[in-house]
């Protein structure tokens, strides 16, 4: 047998698994926002300190605090810090709380990059995992007592041969409607120079996913855009009764910045034309990883920064802070 015949044989088996499916968000039938623009703090919320960037954060609500589960980078590896804050603004560290273990799935690079969801007592955390050039997508649960446990595999991992994510899944955000889990993410494949988009998958658990048969949603954008090389770190929630998706497109000189897009099933996206970019020294050539909350008609969005166009790492990241609003 062929590898193409193999690889077509694996995606029908994937598909009579349940590991695809056709699907949409509950319907939404808001406005479109108009003229959005995003207030950021002139200085860091959080610092990288001894890091060598502090990135990725992910923010979620917990009894009455607010939590930031926020990647970082020794210069070797990327960890999972948790802060503790009573106003989202003045934040303290309260130490590494996931690190990759190279015995495992995960190897020794990275067990971060990763999406916070508070149910009830519970904290769940869907985070970033295994081999650099080909990333997988894991979960860790905080119970009542206070113990963090990691899923033994991953729960959701790269595509068959030939699928748009067949070299990786990344930077997952986790939202909850009604029952289910939906799971938006970047996914890479093998072409030269590796292609980035925007998918979605949907769970019950939050640990067995189908992905949509229609994937990508979200494609990068035309030569000159903003996002022309790639696009990843989707952040999606509900404004202004429609989807809204934040997410960072990168250029070909490796300058990050803020897109925004709008939807009314979570499936099928609109590019906005608002671009968002940093005005401070420390966030010049970086703005991405964003996350956001819904605070009435303005959006509370936390998001990485830097000063060097670096694609990954090694960029002075640090946390910076904002309000989104528009008319």
């Known amino acids: 047998m062929n590898r193409r015949a193999a690889a077509l044989l694996a995606a029908v088996g994937l598909t009579g698994c349940g590991g695809y499916a056709d699907f949409s968000l509950p319907p939404r039938h808001g406005d479109r926002a108009e003229n959005p623009a995003i207030e950021m703090r002139a200085e860091p919320v959080i610092g990288r300190g001894t890091f060598a960037d502090a990135l990725n954060p992910s923010v979620a609500k ?46 020794g690079y990275i067990a971060a990059n990763g999406s916070a969801v508070v149910l009830g007592d519970r904290l769940l955390y869907w985070y970033q995992a295994g081999l650099k050039s080909s990333p997988q997508i894991g979960l860790a649960e905080r119970d009542a007592t206070g113990a963090w446990r990691k899923d033994p595999r991953p729960v959701l991992e790269s595509g068959p041969y030939g699928s748009w994510d067949e070299d990786g899944v990344a930077d997952p955000y986790v939202c909850r409607q009604d029952s289910w889990f ?3 993410y970047l996914g890479q494949d093998r072409a030269r120079p590796t292609r980035q988009r925007i998918g979605v998958a949907r769970s019950r658990d939050g640990r067995r996913w189908e992905k949509l048969r229609t994937n990508p949603v979200l494609e990068s954008g035309g030569p000159g855009a903003f996002d022309e090389a790639a696009i990843g770190e989707p952040a999606v929630w509900i404004w202004r009764g429609s989807y ?14 803020l897109g925004l897009a709008v939807s009314g099933d979570g499936v099928r996206w609109e590019k906005l034309p608002a671009v968002f970019r940093g005005a401070q020294e420390w966030n010049s050539k970086v703005v991405c990883d964003p996350s956001v909350l819904a605070d009435g008609d303005a959006v509370r969005v936390w998001f990485g920064g830097g000063d060097v166009a670096s694609p990954d790492e090694n960029l002075h990241g640090q946390i910076g802070y904002g309000t989104l609003t528009a008319k």
């Open 62 to 107: 917990s009894g009455g605090r607010y939590l930031n589960l926020y990647s970082a980078f020794d210069g070797h590896t990327w960890r999972t810090v948790l802060a503790e804050s009573a106003d989202g603004l003045a934040w303290h560290d309260r130490g590494v709380i996931l690190s990759p273990d190279p015995r495992t799935w995960e190897g």
């Open 182 to 184: 939906y799971l938006y």
């Open 244 to 257: 809204y998706m934040l997410y960072t497109g990168t250029n070909f000189a490796g300058e990050r910045a």
